[in-house]
């Protein structure tokens, strides 16, 4: 059986980060793969692409053109399955795809960590919360990738048709997996770093949320006891000047290496020691899970994502997003102990299949396939079951 699925979101990054294994299933199931986003990446697996002038804020005029422009496709190609990402491309689709649900089309919709939570701003709640209840009844299938959304979302009774736990967009654990104790010298040689450097890493763009100067202000309570850790941040954006500038004021400058955009993770993972995270607000973090499937503990702020996959003392630490003193404290505590980092690495290797690319795969492919054997009239056909 054939049929036509339509994927959006606000950018096209966000389907070449996270996405294409499924595209490249939907092709192998037969079906043409569209999607619908701004930019003009070109993306594997894609039979139709159309750039679409939305925008993030959801104050922002132009994104009524670009509702226009996404309801026309969708009314004239008549997709089977729309499953649309991000807030705006989620806000969107939902309400562009309105006239053909009532003719059979599904929409699925993954909230990938709505933006109210517990601890968010009340302005988050005031201005997400109200958009994201009422667009529930136009969701067929109402994704969430950790359990405080799935609760919040059954809790606060949001009128999807269906609510569904998966486990995050899936992480290749035959790509980031641990390496042995002499590559992981060689990659340190080959990087030019020495070989007894303690590194801790963390891969974010530099911004508001992702609160790079926690990670900053606890490395400098350890310079004078431990002057043999390094601090890898990779990434760019718009507080990086500043995090430099942070770094120079507290002494740190020769410990902290800003590293920008990186196309080289699963290495610098490999070189790694321990991974650090100090964001404000997550859904379920890719780069913890990628870091946990190479093996290392995870010392990290307190969110609902970081609390899902990391759990305090036993794969790594949870710590008040403001304690950078108890931060720093839990550092030292794997700086010094060979053997904890260790035990604590292997529970990260051991909890990550629930979140690795097979396990996500299987799950997202029972969703797929209860719709893709119902026809745009809402029959049954027969199809192959086989996992993503």
Not at 186 to 205: I, M, P, Q, T, V
Not at 235 to 255: Q, R, S, W, Y
Request: proline share 3%.
């Amino acid at each position: 059986m054939s049929g036509r699925i339509l994927f959006c979101a606000t950018v096209d990054y966000h389907f070449k980060a996270f996405h294409l294994p499924y595209m490249k299933w939907f092709k192998e199931q037969g079906w043409e793969v569209h999607v619908a986003a701004s930019g003009n990446m070109d993306l594997s697996y894609v039979d139709e692409k159309y750039d679409l002038p939305i925008q993030r804020s959801p104050f922002n005029s132009v994104n009524l053109r670009a509702y226009k422009e996404l309801k026309a496709i969708i009314d004239q190609k008549r997709y089977q399955i729309i499953h649309c990402h991000t807030p705006m491309g989620g806000v969107l689709a939902r309400l562009a795809a309105r006239q053909a649900r009532k003719v059979g089309t599904k929409v699925i919709y993954t909230a990938h960590g709505f933006h109210f939570c517990k601890g968010a701003p009340l302005l988050n709640w005031m201005v997400y919360y109200p958009i994201e209840k009422r667009l529930a009844r136009y969701t067929d299938c109402l994704i969430t990738i950790n359990e405080e959304d799935y609760n919040l979302a059954v809790n606060h009774n949001f009128k999807a048709k269906k609510i569904e736990l998966v486990h995050g967009v899936g992480v290749d654990t035959n790509q980031y997996k641990p390496v042995s104790e002499k590559k992981k010298h060689e990659l340190r040689k080959s990087y030019g770093y020495n070989r007894d450097d303690f590194f801790l890493f963390y891969a974010a763009e530099f911004n508001r949320n992702k609160n790079q100067q926690l990670l900053i202000h606890a490395l400098a309570l350890l310079k004078d006891d431990v002057p043999n850790v390094k601090l890898l941040l990779a990434g760019d954006g718009p507080l990086l000047n500043e995090c430099e500038e942070l770094a120079i004021k507290l002494g740190v400058e020769k410990m902290v290496h800003f590293l920008g955009y990186r196309n080289d993770i699963q290495s610098l993972l490999s070189i790694s020691d321990v991974a650090v995270a100090s964001s404000l607000r997550e859904g379920l973090p890719v780069n913890i899970m990628e870091a946990m499937a190479c093996g290392l503990p995870v010392v990290a702020s307190e969110n609902r994502g970081h609390r899902e996959l990391i759990k305090d003392q036993v794969n790594g630490y949870v710590i008040p997003p403001e304690n950078f003193r108890l931060f720093s404290a839990r550092l030292l505590e794997l700086v010094q102990s060979n053997d904890r980092r260790e035990k604590m690495g292997m529970e990260s290797v051991s909890h990550l299949k629930t979140y690795s690319l097979s396990q996500v795969g299987s799950e997202l492919s029972k969703i797929y396939t209860h719709y893709m054997l119902e026809d745009i009239h809402g029959s049954k056909s027969q199809h192959n079951r086989a996992y993503i």
